[in-house]
């Protein structure tokens, strides 16, 4: 057992927690109880059926409908035939670190057939998401929605975008109303026989077969010969005289992708970067009643590989909050959304009555993939019979200059918040391959998979290795720059648990400085620490011909053994993580139900 509940408690809790198997159960002391059974089954999202883990018999799982300050009992019920654990990702989880899901860090993996009793306040508000946190299982199918509703003591941004009393209102109605749209990639193969391929093969597994919305999407297959004819200029450039595999998949054999290590091609599965099979799982939908002006939605990636861009046809969106905090409005036609991000849209119904597609395109080289939802006004009228108009084509970028992208250097914070200019420590960490295509660092070494299963380091932290964790202090400001070295280097969603930092700075080439301070004596327009955005994941620019740097500011609030790593899932596994033991001078004392037992 990973806690000191008894079976009879257990018995309680399940009985306490019945009926809530879709929906959370409210108590008059505002705790939220919540159960969570995960389960190993065939499923088919894309129309092609293999074993995926499904959170009370569905996928994604379930959404956790929270108020700020509302107290989480989220028991997880692991009926896999595996390891699991759940991540709560972004919930600063202050003065909870046992809850936040991290086998090696907070808590062992839950074994076959026991459960763990996550505790942990909903401090903030916004859009939020749940996942697995064991070896690859996100890429399995365990994740889900979480949204904390805003306390009305925080300020809301809706009159940046209008000062009519009515419209605010429709915007707040459409807000408290708020809906999930989960983004999320498939394979054929599951995560382990990925990570079996990748040791194999020497390969970094970039590419996948479906994109997913609210867990459904299809496969076609045009043809290689077809497939061909759709990459972009930039795909053409990489992939020189080799060609898009027939699932759109840049060549394997490309070494701008792979790098120079050993590969065993003969290794490679089927699927695992061809070998196209055609499929269809339906067709995601949502309904809007157009009587109520503005639609809010929850853009949500949990996706493994794809970044991916979102649009809706003949729809604008007001992207009025980012990870889960607000931002002055932003009037965008698509969205591009890295691993682990979240956005928060507003969408005004004046458009005729009629279906609408959803577009989600992968924006990165590694691939052309593509699926469609369909938005669709619920109304008598007659509607609409001709085809939508795209704003993004295939590859995500806009169809026209009458078309806007969101641009991410240009997001402003509300409020505004502005770091300490007093930093403790500054670490420097790279960015690169290791030691193979599918094994990489952050910092100075890699950190091993199978760490997840050595003794967590809140309970143990001397146990910590110098080269694969950080050291603070708390109450101090920290800065990480991550230094990215290789061509062809994805952007990088960078992910820190527990609490959200500054991005203070970004640039392209070489980091050759001792700190912040130094480097803005030399490139001031690189940074920016007057109304930094305030994030818990954010991408590393991509690195095409010369590195990248990001720099990242946060302050030391929540002492505990914190990871920090890339959300691309076959990166996390090939080691591109570090931990962060914050707050060593004040380490939580941890309570007796979570104590572990030897």
Known sequence: MHSSLTFLTLALCLFAWANGSNHHVRTT??????????????????????????????????????RQGDDVEFLVINNLPTN?????????????????????????????????????????YGSYFYHAHNRGQIDDGLYGAIYIHPDESVEKPF????????????????EEKTQPIMISDWRQLTSEEIWQAEEKSGLDAYCVNAILINGKGSISCPGQEKVNQLASAEQRQILGNLSLTDIGCTSPLVVAMQGTFRHNYSAVPPSMFSGCVPGNGGTARVLVDPSHRYVSYD????????MTTFS???HQMYVYAIDGRYIHPTLVDAITIANGNRYSVLVRLDKPAGDYTIRVANAGVNQVLYTAGVLSYNTLEKTQQHASVASINIHGAVVSSNYTL??????????????????????????????????????????????EEVSPLLFYPSTAKPDLTLKTLN????????????????????????????VIGQGTGAWNYSSVAEAM?????????????????????PSATEDTWLAIRHHVVNPGAWLLHCHIQVHLSGGMAIGILDGVDEWPEIPEEYSIQV
Do not use: C
């Open 29 to 66: 002391g505002n705790t939220v109880r919540f159960n969570l059974t995960l389960t190993w089954e065939e499923w088919a999202p894309a129309g092609i059926p293999r074993k995926m883990i499904l959170g009370n018999g569905q996928l994604p799982s379930p959404l956790l409908e929270l």
């Open 84 to 124: 699991t654990s759940v991540h709560f990702h972004g919930i600063e989880q202050h003065g909870t670190p046992w809850s936040d899901g991290t086998p090696g860090f907070s808590q062992e993996p839950i074994a076959p057939g026991d459960h763990f009793l996550y505790k942990w306040r909903a401090t903030q």
């Open 159 to 174: 009159g940046l975008i209008t000062n009519k009393s009515s419209e605010r209102q429709a915007m707040r109605a459409a």
């Open 406 to 451: 969101l641009d991410e250097t240009k997001i402003i914070p509300f409020p505004v918040e502005v770091p300490s200019q007093e930093v403790a420590q500054t670490h420097i960490l790279r960015i690169s391959h290791y030691d193979a295509s599918y094994t990489w660092t952050l910092g100075n070494t890699t950190l091993p998979l199978v760490l």
């Open 299 to 306: 853009l949500i990636s949990a996706a493994g590989v794809s």
């Open 475 to 502: 109450g101090t400001w920290i800065d990480l720059i991550f230094d990215i070295h290789g061509q062809i280097q994805p952007p990088h969603p960078i992910h820190k648990h527990a609490n959200k930092f500054y």
């Open 312 to 314: 809706i046809d003949e």
């Open 521 to 541: 004596q030399h490139i001031p327009e690189s940074f920016n620490l007057e109304a930094p955005q305030i994030r818990d994941t954010y991408i590393t620019p």
